[in-house]
């Protein structure tokens, strides 16, 4: 009997051992650290809308161009060119589309400008006759390509731009007195370059430059003595804005 309780009382201690011994490996066993968690890359593809804001410079060119009555006091090829600045603002809507770094895109443009001028010509006394023009609205379709650095979009754009012009003339000195007025549209092209930057995932601001030429429209400023023909135009319009854009949600690319 007291051989049979040496032998349990053993047994006993051993299984204990055996168990201290497992729990002593289950805590040495390494920690495994679970992996970091990565941005996602910002994703410049899908349409977008938004607003801008800026300042706009026109240089307006008007030439007498040889037909009509000659109240306004210029002989035919005898012009001026005056320069006017304003604040500008509108709208823009688009779509990009994003290969690798590169971006791709369209969009379009409407702005609303107060950029005038007016000149006196003295020729033949003070106040003699008055030319007054303004450009008042501005569109654009253009497209773009750019270069994307994470939430950094760096881009060039061209293509077409039109604009809302006005001339007038007031001659109220001499014989030959009278005055008109004429808006036209005006059509010619653009070329920009501009910065991007995504704050969130929808939500980007920008900055931008652009360039634009046009053609001439003929512009019949009716009087008393008939019709004082000139060719004006928009000569060029730059203009320089800040964005903000929202963009719809695209897909979201992640890097591992």
Same mark, same amino acid.
């Given at each position: 009997? $007291? ?14 051992? !055996?168990?201290?011994?497992? +729990? +002593? ?6 920690? !495994? ?20 804001? *800026?300042?706009?410079?026109? &240089? ?5 161009? *040889?037909? *009509? ?11 001026? #060119?005056?320069? @006017?600045? @304003? ?21 379009? !443009? ?5 950029? =005038? ?16 023009? #303004? ?25 077409? +731009?039109?604009?809302?012009? $006005?001339? &007038?003339?007031?001659?109220?000195? @001499? ?16 070329? @920009? +370059? ?32 008939? &019709?004082? !023909?000139?060719?004006? =135009?928009? #000569? ?6 800040? $964005?903000?854009?929202? =963009? ?9």
């Amino acid at each position: 009997m $007291r051989n049979k309780l040496i032998a349990a009382f053993a047994c006993t201690t051993a299984l204990v051992s !055996t168990g201290a011994a497992s +729990a +002593a490996d289950l805590a040495a066993r390494p920690y !495994t650290k679970a992996p970091a968690y990565i941005e996602p890359l910002f994703n410049w593809t899908g349409f977008y809308v938004g607003g801008h804001i *800026g300042g706009a410079w026109t &240089n307006e060119q008007f030439i007498n161009n *040889g037909t *009509g009555a000659p109240f306004g006091d210029l002989t035919p090829g005898q012009g001026y #060119r005056q320069r @006017g600045a @304003g604040i500008m603002g509108g709208a823009q809507i688009g779509y990009n589309w994003q290969a690798n770094n590169y971006v791709f895109g369209m969009e379009g !443009t409407i702005s609303g400008l107060d950029n =005038k001028g007016t000149v006196v010509n003295n020729a033949f006394g003070a106040g003699d006759d008055v030319f007054t023009w #303004r450009t008042n609205v501005l569109a654009t379709v253009v497209g773009r390509a750019g270069f994307a650095v994470q939430n950094n979009l760096f881009y060039v754009k061209g293509g077409y +731009a039109g604009v809302n012009n $006005r001339l &007038n003339v007031s001659d109220t000195v @001499g014989v030959a007195q009278g005055s008109g007025g004429q808006t036209h549209w005006a059509n010619g092209w653009t070329v @920009g +370059a501009g910065w991007e930057y995504g704050i969130t995932r929808n939500w980007i601001v920008g900055l931008e430059y652009n360039y634009a030429a046009f053609g001439s429209q003929t512009y019949q400023l009716g009087g008393l003595s008939g &019709n004082y !023909t000139f060719d004006a =135009k928009p #000569r060029d319009i730059q203009w320089a804005v800040v $964005r903000a854009s929202y =963009k719809f949600d695209a897909p979201v690319i992640a890097r591992y």
